[in-house]
Each structure stands twice: as structure tokens, then as C-alpha cells.
């Protein structure tokens, strides 16, 4: 696989965050390169597009983007001035979900949904469960700053980590033998629970295994950034 580039920084406010500037969605985008993802340095939503495009090997220009500090070119592009997005030629997306799926069927080889509509429905729903219950839970925990709040939220993200307990151990990756969306979009929840003050029990053993698994990847290596490897010892 081709190695992703360095993740480059978007430096300042608005007109020092990116290379190419321009009025619109179509100047900016006709602008760029093929291929740019704004992304948050320790965003598991980013993260789990990063680590899509690392299994793919896919070329992109990354640019590292630290709120409430927006490049002008995030800001014309995105209005809801979210991450990630992605801009490809005439395309901007800027939900994670759709970037992912949009990402495989891009760029096909290899592929990360099943090739049959009712393997593809199900991994859909499996998607849609982890989106709503660790994500959310995920981003609360990340953004609380009172005590009592942390150790609720490190509470209620546990508990649904453990609820899918069930879900893991039975294939070689989750729910299949084959590396999937699934596991690019649970993988970045589980690498930073040290890093929330997280510990799994014994019994999730399971888990574990799956996580280490994972964590060992190639793919899974090159689709750090910086700060996200000093999130683990």
C-alpha cells in the first residue's frame, strides 16, 4: 500500500489554514488536488476517515484542523464548518458516514462492504448501532470538563462498549472474516479508552484480543497523527 502523507496543520484563522482559497465550494474544490480531508488531530470521526483511507492507500492531502481555529477553505466549503470533510473534485462531504462509504466505493480494492445488498444492510444497521450508541457517548466524555460529568460519561461508554461484548470473538475481525467499515469505525472508540481513563474487566477478554488485533495493522499505524499516538503508553 502507498504510504499517507504527513498530516499538514492548518495554521491560524481563516486565510492561513489552507493551501488553496477561493469564493465558493466548485473554485475551491476545481482548485485543490484530487483528494483533501480537514481533519481533527484527535477526532474519532476523522479518525475513522483516515483509517479508511490508510487501508486503501489511498493519496490524500490531510490537513490537521484544531476549532475554533477554521481554514477559510473548511468555512467555504462545509456549512456546518464540521469535521471531517472531504473535498474531491466537484464532491464535498462532510458527514463521516457518508465520507466512508463514498471512500469504498471510490476506490473499490479493497473493498470494506459486503458486495450483496442484504450483507451491505446489515452492516448498515451494525454501523448505525455503534454510531449511536458510542459516539455520541464518546464525544460528551471528550468535551466534559467537570469531574462528575467524566466519571458518569467513562460510566455510560463502558457500559455500551460491554453491551456489544457479544459481538466480538465469534469472527477474525468483527462480525466477519474480512476487514470491514465496522472495524474502522469501532477501532477508533476503543484505541482511545486509556486515554478517557476507561478499563474494560477480564470478562470482555474478547474485546481485547479484537483490539489488539487491530491496533497492530498497518493501516490501522499509518492512520494515527501524532497526538493520537501519545494517547496510548
Known sequence: ??????????????????KVRGPGVMAASQRRGPLTLFSGPR????????LVLAEK???CEIIEVQPPDLPEDLIDLNPYQSLPTLADRE??????RVIVEYLDERYPHP??????????????????RFEQDWYPAAAELDAATRRPDKTRLRRVLRERILAAAPLFGSWRWLLSDDFTLVDCTVGPVLWRLPYWGIKLPR???????YAEALFARPGFQRS??????????
Open 1 to 18: 500500500m502507498t504510504p499517507m502523507p504527513r498530516p499538514r496543520k492548518a495554521r491560524g484563522t481563516r486565510a492561513r489554514g489552507a
Open 111 to 128: 473493498p470494506l462492504m459486503p458486495a450483496d445488498p442484504v450483507g451491505r444492510a446489515q452492516t448498515r444497521v451494525v454501523l448505525h
Open 91 to 96: 464532491l464535498v462531504a462532510y458527514d463521516s
Open 224 to 233: 494515527l497523527t501524532a497526538a493520537e499516538a501519545a494517547m496510548r503508553p
Open 203 to 209: 470478562g470482555a477478554s474478547a474485546i481485547a484480543a
Open 57 to 59: 492507500g489511498v493519496e
Open 43 to 50: 477526532d474519532p470521526d476523522s479518525h475513522r476517515v483516515r
